[in-house]
Nanobody, 125 residues
Framework: QVQLVESGGGLVQPGGSLRLSCAAS????????IGWFRQAPGKEREGVSY????????YYVDSVKGRFTISRDGAKNTVYLRMNDLRPEDTAVYYC??????????????????WGQGTQVTVSS
């Protein structure tokens, strides 16, 4: 069964950190470009970060550059999103998604083949 499962969300104070995990089952995550997306209450879902399946290139939306880091662990078939210096505006449900196309960066949601169910991140004092 093909599945993506996010974990690691929670409640954190402003300035705090979290590490989200995106674990795959039923397929090899290294073969896919992986995007992290988020959806805040009342807003459309937006792309946050991406890691390529060709050369490991990474991409970040401007609002998280310098604070978020995406990475892979092939042995664990998992992709991570390390989030530092969290702000209240980072509050959202975070999703990971997998795109089979080789080395083609996009945040266009329709291009992604598999999606996780999401994990809630709340940044509040």
């Amino acid at each position: 069964q093909v599945q993506l499962v996010e974990s690691g969300g929670g409640l954190v104070q402003p300035g705090g950190s979290l590490r989200l995990s995106c674990a795959a089952s039923g397929f090899t995550l290294d073969y896919y470009g992986i995007g992290w997306f988020r959806q805040a209450p009342g807003k459309e879902r937006e792309g946050v970060s991406y890691i390529s399946n060709s050369d490991g290139s990474t991409y970040y939306v401007d609002s998280v550059k310098g604070r978020f880091t995406i990475s892979r662990d092939g042995a664990k078939n998992t992709v991570y999103l390390r989030m530092n210096d969290l702000r209240p505006e980072d509050t959202a449900v975070y999703y990971c998604a997998a795109d089979i196309r080789y080395g083609y960066f996009t945040f266009a949601e329709y291009e992604y083949d598999y999606w996780g169910q999401g994990t809630q991140v709340t940044v509040s004092s």
